[in-house]
Nanobody, 123 residues
């Protein structure tokens, strides 16, 4: 089965850090671009960051300079290091896989979605 599983969410104080991870199975990981998205209650899903299959990095404006994406093809994993978190970062974070060319920060590009992990930032 084609699967993505995100984990690592939790409760953190404002200004803190958290690292999310996503592990893939059932497809050729190297051939896919992997993105992170988030959705807060009452808001639209937002593209956070993507590491494309060719190694390029895309980062959403709202997290630029604070979040860093990294990818380990050997382990079929992708990570999202989140620093200087603030309450506006509170959301369910999900990873997704897509093939071909982008738009890499738009959900319509992605074919496979994993279940999300909750991140809550307290003020």
């Amino acid at each position: 089965d084609v699967q993505l599983q995100a984990f690592g969410g939790g409760l953190v104080q404002a200004g803190g850090s958290l690292t999310l991870s996503c592990v893939a199975s059932g497809f050729t990981f190297d051939d896919y671009s992997i993105g992170w998205f988030r959705q807060a209650p009452g808001k639209e899903r937002e593209g956070v960051s993507c590491r494309s299959a060719d190694g390029s990095t895309y980062v959403g404006d709202s997290v630029k300079g604070r979040f860093t994406i990294s990818r380990d093809n050997a382990k079929k994993m992708i990570h999202l290091q989140m620093n200087r978190l603030n309450p506006e970062d509170t959301a369910v974070y999900s990873c997704a896989a897509g093939s071909g060319l982008g738009p890499y920060l738009e959900s319509r590009y992605y074919d496979v979605w994993g279940q999300g992990t909750q991140v809550t930032v307290s003020s």
